[in-house]
């Protein structure tokens, strides 16, 4: 099963673009990435999600590599009720989340 | 659509006692899983479930049991409860059960356990 490693933390100046990488190496070639994130102590809420090429809705875009070994999301103009912890994963099932990326958006 | 539903919120319990939490979505999800989440960390995987009669193990069970009778409903029952198993626990749905395309995870609200 694929497993995905993100930085701890990451501070973002707001209205400006914030990109948070997430490695996943061992991804399989029908694996998924899905992005998701946590304000405070809520449910996580699902971002995004891609399987090869880039992808854009209402909240961020996806940019997975050619090799689909990483990818990076994008919150093009974060404000600060993006502060929050973003979670990258491959696979929804026999997989724990990973303590994810504490992003902190600074006015 | 009301989505995943837990109960308790909150819920205190003393060491020993047992005590279930129940989860229940409407969007007709075949799979279902309850995580724990202890404070600074990530979400740690207890049990989940691809179906109705259809229940595993994941990274965190000892000490819960789970049962799926119902496409709808997935409880997760603490036996005896351990001051250890103080934690706030989310429940999550999705339509997919091996993720892919269609494997959006819908989570709960959580709900808030501290053992005595």
């Known amino acids: 099963d694929a497993k995905t490693t993100q930085p701890t933390s990451m501070d973002c100046a707001e209205g400006r673009a914030a990109n948070l990488p997430c490695n996943h190496s061992?991804?399989?070639?029908?694996?998924?990435v899905y992005w998701y994130r946590q304000i405070h102590s809520q449910g996580p809420q699902y971002i995004i999600h891609g399987l090869k090429n880039n992808e854009t809705n209402e909240m961020a875009s996806l940019i997975i590599t050619e090799d689909r070994k990483s990818s990076t999301l994008i919150l093009p103009h974060a404000t600060l009720r993006d502060t929050a912890v973003y979670y990258c994963i491959v696979r929804v099932d026999k997989l724990s989340f990973g303590a994810g990326t504490t992003v902190t958006v600074r006015a | 659509n009301a989505g995943v539903t837990q109960t308790p919120k909150f819920q205190v319990l003393k060491t020993g006692q047992s005590m279930t939490l129940q989860c229940a979505q409407d969007m007709n999800h075949e799979y279902m899983s309850w995580y724990r989440q202890d404070p600074g960390m990530g979400l740690r995987l207890i049990h989940y479930?691809?179906?109705?009669?259809?229940?595993d193990q994941g990274e965190v069970p000892n000490g819960y049991n789970v049962s799926r009778s119902t496409t709808e409903d997935f409880p997760l029952r603490l036996l005896s409860a351990a001051p250890s198993q103080t934690s706030v626990y989310f429940c999550?749905?999705?339509?997919?059960?091996?993720?892919?395309?269609?494997?959006?995870?819908?989570f709960g609200e959580g709900s808030r356990l501290t053992v005595l």
């Open positions: 061992t991804i399989s070639g029908n694996e998924y």
């Open positions: 999550a749905s999705s339509l997919s059960t091996s993720g892919g395309a269609r494997g959006e995870l819908f």
């Open positions: 479930s691809v179906g109705a009669g259809i229940t």
